[in-house]
């Protein structure tokens, strides 16, 4: 099982369209986890930590199953602008502040 | 602007060259790590500094050297390369964690390494 395992895609959806990406880790214990956005040749960029309660910035929302070892990244009215590829990254060992990183999901968003 | 800048931004080398990457971040953060990513793979963690201090080599061949003068610097010296070793190169920075890790990194724009 790899460590932090993502469906690679592509998403394509229509504009204002609503997806949903799960991540699944392998290390029960992690505490620590979050959702980076990369648009092509460009560096990852922070999109949003992840809480155990879930939360909610805007069009985005992240959450937390422990159960059953994912988290999921929801995007309402999906934008044009939304089109890049999302990293889901665990501090899996809670070794620090190493972080792991999935192979990442890319979302096309189409008008 | 990121905060963390990464020169030269394309690099262009041959197998027997010498060069080095740059990285320096203006965010107080005493954390500094270098990933590699090629493509169609993960981003693969490679080296991390914590307080200027190498805490983590990930079985890092030693054609890649890294250099931490400070916690605002780092630098990636490169020798013999392969042409495999052709991807983008990844500079990031973080407070280092005393406890549960919520902040994240922050990346620069990265350098991407052509071996010829």
């Known amino acids: 099982r790899k460590e932090v395992e993502q469906d690679p895609g592509p998403f394509n959806v229509p504009e204002g369209a609503t997806v949903a990406f799960n991540c699944t880790y392998s290390n029960s214990a992690s505490q620590s986890f979050f959702w980076y956005r990369q648009d092509c040749r460009k560096e990852p960029k922070l999109l949003m930590s992840v809480y155990s309660s879930g939360n909610e910035d805007g069009r985005f929302t992240a959450q937390l199953n422990r159960a059953s070892q994912y988290i999921s990244l929801l995007i309402r009215d999906s934008k044009l602008s939304d089109s890049a590829t999302y990293l889901c990254?665990?501090?899996?060992?809670?070794?620090?502040?190493?972080?792991?990183f999935g192979g990442g999901t890319r979302l096309m968003v189409k008008p | 602007e990121t905060g963390v800048t990464q020169t030269p931004r394309h690099l262009v080398m041959g197998m027997t060259n010498k060069k080095s990457l740059k990285c320096e971040q203006h965010l107080g953060h005493n954390a500094m790590y270098w990933y590699k990513q090629s493509a169609k793979k993960p981003l693969e963690l490679m080296f991390v500094y914590n307080f200027k201090e190498q805490t983590e080599n990930n079985s890092v061949p030693s054609r890649f050297s890294p250099e931490c003068p400070n916690s605002s610097h780092l630098f990636l010296h490169l020798h013999t390369l392969q042409p495999e070793d052709s991807a983008l190169y990844l500079c990031a920075s973080s407070l280092s964690a005393g406890g549960v890790f919520m902040d994240g990194y922050t990346f620069g724009s990265g350098t991407r390494l052509t071996v010829v």
């Open positions: 990254v665990v501090n899996l060992n809670n070794a620090g502040n190493m972080l792991t």
